[in-house]
């Protein structure tokens, strides 16, 4: 293993510090020492954003709220989240809000051309009333295997028309803010809106993002007229996506299935897809049956397919519990710790590239039957706490795109929700008049030729075929406690969402660690296929050799493994408080709260 730098050493021991932490207030000399930092982020970007995956859990700080709170990876959009719970919305407007914001101030991950899932669990009433909400993009009626193949240009599924799904974020929060929200659309809208016309300061996050598209801005009129600016200035504004999500809230489905779907249609053509206005006008969200399970004394409620995140994260926690018991509880980070969730993680995404794909408008009986009971105990025998299992290799990648969010409001309902337009920036197709970037969710399918993106394995039953969806590893996930949601927890970062959530809502309930704590922790990841553990710098050296000792190929990562966002709430009536944290891998995100 190579030295490790001072900073690595130094975001280490800070880090072990943080983990025996619990939560405090949010004191003004951890504001300041944050602000000083993002504002010396944002002035000298590249620099420190270089720095900054090192440095996770070395300068975030504990948040407290009281009623209610809102963590999101971009602080401008937890700010417009509590906005809206402040003008008397509820958890689903007030995470509408914030998935806006987030398309506002952070487009290479998420917006307005993209789509997602969410989790909105009730206050009382227990996993029966929570529901999962799709607003996942599908692939265009005229697209199919044999027309992308047609395709002569280079990473068609990844940049270009025939790369775009249709987006799933319009018509799915004019449905979420009709059947789960309190106030107007408009209402919701209107803290994205006042950020896309007032402007805002590009996170460093963003301008990092920005820096490595400078091949783009040079060669894409529409992208360089909606994102080049930015470049030269900190502030970014962005007045024609204003005008068209003011029409968004004043109109909703109107504007959806009129403008919108004309300008989608004729940009995409123009850039050589197949996608037309009617394949929007057809486009419906779906309100789904979330999975859930009883593990460690909670219920965990999470996504059902198309994504297939949820059911990963489930397999691994139970067999995290079963494996407790019968072994003991491994320490957190520990070799022994992180080889029983490697072993859950490798046969659950085996799974996923064998059975899960998009179940239409039926219910997803294929997840609870890879979850059955019977079925998980097998497994579970066979084992070994010595000796890992062995499986196929692909070329890993990178987390790119992707953004989750977490709002829990002060009745006590909560809403956990990831969007995408999958890799950075999409397809870099930009509606020009109203600066909309649109997603490259077809990468998703599996097209048989190369793999996706992410190195996942070629999987028969996610294969591209007309108005599918593509399958996912996003995780949006609420945890209950006798009924009631006590923990909201998500990540952004491909397939690597589903192994950071279930690390963090095990960190969460088996570990005991505070919500900080929990997220900061160092990672691992393991998606079957390449058949390579990853481990984060931060892991120490001893851990390695353990894993190495039971046979896994262990590499360390290059960059970090996900970014969690996670809200944690403790008591009830006064002594109420929830604790919220934005994965400070993810340099620019804050939780809010009051
Ligand atoms: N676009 C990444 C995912 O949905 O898993």
Redesign the pocket.
Known sequence: MLPRSQAQKKGLCVQRLHRTLRPGPYTSAMATNRKLLTRATVASGTVLLTLAPLAHGWYSAPFTAQTHAVATDNSDASRAALTVLEAGGNAADAAIAAALALGVVSPSSSGFGGGGFAVICPPTGGETNCKFVDFREVAPQSLTVERMRASTAPRASQVGGLSVGVPGEPAGFVMMSQRFGRRPLAVATAPAVRLAREGFVVSPFLLDRLGQEREEIANNPAFSAAFGESVRNARMRRPRLAQALERYGREGERFVHGALANAIAETVSRAGGVLTADDVRAYRPIERRPLSRNVFGHTVVTASAP?A?GMIVLQTLTQLEALSSRLGIAPPGSSAAFHVLADGWRQSFDDRSRYVGDPGASDDTVSEALLAPARLRRRHESFSPSNARATVVISPANDQ??SHLCVIDRDGMAVSLTT?V?LAFGSRVVIPAMDILLND?ID?FSIGTSGNN?GLAIAAPNALQPGRR?V???SPSVVLRDGRPVACVGASG??R?ATATTQVIANLLLHRMNVEAAVAAPRAHHQGAPDVLLLEPEVPEDVRVGLLARGYTVRTSDSPLAAATAIAVEGTGPTRRLFASSDPRKAGGAPAGR
Do not use: E, L, R, V
Request: net charge negative; aromatic share 6%.
């Open positions: 994504s995140g795109g992707t995408t999958n969710q998703d992410f593509p996912s590893s996003m491909g397939p969402i």
